[in-house]
């Protein structure tokens, strides 16, 4: 069974800070992978994903994930992060065949001081 | 776009009581669907998850049960409803394909008293 695990539950920047969430996922084959995020208030959604080609993989709002095989590691980055990025984060994976089901990391709380 | 209607957005509920939350879709046809529980720091557990009508997979052994009567209609029950139920409940759809993304609903926090 796949396992998703993000390591930073809670982190807390200032503005202008980088920013660099961890993500290891277990299965050993090819994997499908996913950030979402969820604003206060909001539903989840989809911030980027990675399926196959280039390993690093540019989302919305100047996120950025890289794909490292060889570490099972799918990690999300941003240079410079700002108020409006204070939201819930979530690494999820699914195999590339049979029921697709999503597992999902148990997710970061990040916040954004101005 | 496919679009996702969860309803209510928040409910209260005695123990014992009987629950109903509904999730319909819009917007695109034969979905796959989802029911997960999200919980603070413990991410999203799933619950329930369909691929068509009348087909429901459980994940998760508990005192929830889930229905889909109609192809974009997928529902979450309960008939005595206990304190441990309460939570935060996702309505998510996808197309079954391995690199296609979930959608997911606004949710309905429940509060079991």
């Known amino acids: 069974a796949q396992s998703v695990s993000q390591h930073n539950h809670h982190v807390i920047l200032s503005e202008a800070a980088s920013l660099e969430l961890g993500c290891n996922y277990s299965y050993g084959g090819t994997v499908n992978l996913f950030w979402y995020v969820q604003y206060p208030g909001q539903h989840l959604q989809l911030l980027l994903k990675y399926f196959s080609g280039d390993p690093l993989v540019k989302g919305i709002k100047g996120f950025e994930a890289e794909f490292i095989k060889s570490k099972f590691s799918f990690n999300l980055r941003k240079p410079s992060v700002q108020w409006s990025d204070t939201a819930e984060y979530f690494c999820a994976t699914t195999p590339p065949r049979g029921s697709y089901i999503p597992t999902f990391g148990r997710g970061t709380s990040l916040i954004v001081h101005p | 776009s496919q679009t996702i209607h969860q309803w209510p957005a928040t409910l209260v509920q005695p123990v014992g009581s009987p629950l109903s939350l509904e999730c319909t879709v819009e917007g695109t046809s034969n979905p796959n669907l989802y029911w997960y529980r999200q919980a603070a720091g413990r991410g999203l557990q799933l619950l329930f998850y369909?691929?068509?009508?009348?087909?429901i997979s459980s994940e998760v052994p508990q005192n929830l049960s889930a229905s889909r009567p109609q192809d974009r209609q997928f529902i979450l029950s309960s008939k005595k409803l206990l304190l441990s139920d309460s939570g935060f409940y996702l309505c998510?759809?996808?197309?079954?394909?391995?690199?296609?993304?979930?959608?997911f609903g606004n949710g309905t926090r429940l509060t079991v008293t």
């Open positions: 369909s691929v068509g009508i009348g087909q």
């Open positions: 998510a759809q996808g197309q079954g394909v391995g690199n296609s993304p979930l959608h």
